[in-house]
């Protein structure tokens, strides 16, 4: 009985000096990140069939009357032109990158008139659109009136 006893012990403490072996070695170990998978990258379109899928976006969507340049380079997008709506200039910039362009250099001049309507708009505040009808009058109040 006794020595089933001390195996017993012996047991114990060599499994509990085994899994203390094991945790100390994940402990002395720095933590460090699992490596990171590398970005998949699209193989590079071809300049021209990119600047051909650009002026076909910008054919199929509002801005087309303002009959924007493209260039593009390496990849690179070059955007020429003007126009009288200040949000074009934007959109232009994000459809080039969403056709595949690298980069987009964006050279579309706003007309003073453009820039002017939205330093008003800033100006007078929230549009009416913007409002809501809780800040507003009451409607029940408009037509006991």
Sequence with gaps: MRNTRRGVVVLFFLALGLGYAATATNVARPLTRPPSRPAVRQPPIPDAQLEKAIRAR?????????????H???GVATLEGKTDVLQHKGTATRLAKTCGAIAVVN??????????????NLATGR??????RSDTTKRSAKRSS
């Design 58 to 70: 910008f054919a199929a969507s509002k801005i087309s009357t303002h009959h924007f340049d493209v």
């Design 72 to 74: 593009v380079q390496g």
């Design 127 to 132: 549009r009416r659109a913007q409002i809501k």
């Design 107 to 120: 050279k579309i001049a706003v007309s003073q008139a453009a820039k002017d309507k939205a330093a008003k």
